[in-house]
DNA sequence: CTGAAAGCGCTTACAG
DNA sequence: CTGAAAGCGCTTACAG
């Protein structure tokens, strides 16, 4: 009979392995082994990892009020990156101290939130996009944690990618530079700090103030962007990969060379990006970092460790193509 | 003081509103409230209505052995259509049954299901690709339902996805048809279904049997495989808009005409598909289909309602472009 | 330094 | 037709 055939080790289980009460395999087990002569720990650790015990989570929940769970919720915008891997990074981070990472997906309506949370009663909710005010009152009024996104470093690490879109641009030679959002607003969350990030990089550079257009991925209203930014000359930094494509597309429409009269440089590099003619040049940016960030923010949030995550350019990749 | 304000209502509360016994409430809201006299119930459904009343997880998962989640597993693929709709609609479908959906991603590791499983101890774990052996090891472990993907239906509607890209490529005339996989066959978890769609569309059309090729991401690889198919006279079946914007583009790279020397058409529909030049013809997969077949699985699976889902052809949108 | 007891909220087998 | 009691697994306040 294998450790997987056997039923589930309960912490009785544990405590009769080690000759001990329960309450102290729970004391020992939730980081109180200080309280307990060292022998007495050991005889529970051990115990404890020869029967594979886990604590039942329900057990946990009904006894704390509230569980071991963090759930994430991924926002309605493209994601550069694997979220696979991020999944998975943020899974083990989090695992280490203890929490169950589960994924929810921001919906129109909050009352799947709702149903969610109160259901699930997370440790705490983390988020890519600032809470909506429904948002955050269903969080309150369940007892949960909102762990925004760190806004100061999100912030940054947005007005960083505006910044290097823009710096590319230059370095080539470019003198007229345009922010293209993505018109819908939900799905450029973070399209106002990047702008920012383009801007100050032109004013830096002496340039003139940048300028604006935003579109949906529709053909007729990329060539209407297009042409609001009267081409040619202009070199654009756009939202996303999507937002660039468009553009690229509507230029060759219109008889514009790229990236001779019109430049675009895009954010995500995905994958349809690395086979458009001419290949897009665009940001990769590693969700590793967005991981790292976003475990340390969960766990600043619930009170275990000190440090204040920081945005950094390493995260950020160029991805040299051929349209800028 | 509103009801937001209040903490949460227990069964006790509601008892006592009902001027019933806890036990009474449970049965009366868990389906039995045929076992009472009709005015105790509705005294125990109005109290609880009144009171907002949720059962707590925790409390049913500890009695029960198993919570009212619901995990699904989100696969390594491209996505036709929202998985923001796909999600609302499964929610709301299984809600109305009392569960909870909540989303994974299957990682490389198992241990991270696994633990995500031990904790959550969910209802069922649903998934769109079939399960892994390791995967439906570590469920059997823990005792939880695996749903697979309706294996039968999944097939069916693949089968049609491929027909319906064959009969269209052949109504506009196209005698040589081929289909174009991801290389990467964690990518392409239903290029089989499809690509026997396609051939057994062709067969019935009087055509050659179909000619078969794979690819990455990657213009290269794009125009390798080309190549393989022998331009100009070539009609292409591809396992997603990304596989088919590879190839149109390798197309336009190598001098041949879209779609007169190569015709390709998609599926999903990508937001970018709509802006190439010329526009993909693509097929949309509406997912909300997809989310009643997985909720009737889930809920088959349960024991809780008995219809097999079924393809159906409706779910399948042609979006006309001039890529064929 | 360690354990007995209470109780988180729920459901079910049983008694009446 | 309805309720009292037990118990799922855990943690904490308290007693010794």
């Known amino acids: 009979m294998t450790q997987a055939d056997r039923a589930r080790a309960t912490s009785n289980d544990v405590a009769v392995l080690a ?10 087990l939730n980081g109180h082994a200080d309280r307990f002569a060292p022998q007495t720990a050991q005889k529970v650790t051990r115990a404890a990892r020869q029967l594979g015990y886990q604590p039942s989570a329900a057990g946990r929940a009904l006894r704390r009020g509230s569980s071991d769970f963090v759930l994430a919720l991924i926002p309605n915008t493209t994601f550069g990156g694997n979220l696979q891997d991020w999944f998975e990074r943020l ?5 280490a101290q203890g929490f169950t990472l589960v994924l929810g997906v921001t919906t129109a309506s909050v009352d799947v939130l709702d149903r969610l949370v109160s259901q699930m009663q997370p ?3 983390l988020a890519f996009t600032p809470f909506r005010a429904a948002e955050r009152a269903v969080l309150a009024r369940n007892g949960v944690v909102a762990v925004d996104p760190p806004s100061a470093a999100r912030a940054g690490q947005d007005a960083l990618i505006g910044r290097l879109q823009a710096e590319t641009l230059i370095s080539r030679g470019h003198r007229r530079l345009a922010f293209a959002h993505l018109a819908d607003s939900r799905q450029d969350p ?7 990030g383009v801007r100050q990089a032109a004013l830096e550079a002496g340039l003139p103030d940048i300028e604006v257009v935003g579109l949906a991925i529709h053909i007729d209203e990329a060539l209407g962007a ?3 930014l009267r081409p040619p000359g202009i070199a654009i930094a756009c939202y996303n990969d999507d937002v660039a494509i468009s553009l690229m597309n509507a230029a060759q429409l219109r008889g514009w060379d790229v990236p ?7 954010m995500d590099r995905t994958p349809v990006s690395q086979v458009t003619v001419p290949r897009l040049t665009t940001l990769e940016y590693d969700l590793s970092d967005a991981a790292a960030t976003g475990a340390a923010s969960v766990l600043r949030a619930l009170g275990l460790e000190g440090e204040a995550p920081t945005p950094s350019a390493s995260a950020l990749r160029l991805v040299e193509g051929a349209s800028v």
């Open 19 to 28: 000759g001990v009460s329960r309450a102290t395999v729970s004391q020992v």
């Open 91 to 95: 899974t083990a981070t989090l695992a």
């Open 123 to 125: 440790a705490a909710v």
């Open 190 to 196: 973070f399209g106002a700090a990047r702008e920012d």
């Open 226 to 228: 297009l042409d609001r």
């Open 260 to 266: 001779g009269d019109v430049a675009v440089i895009g």
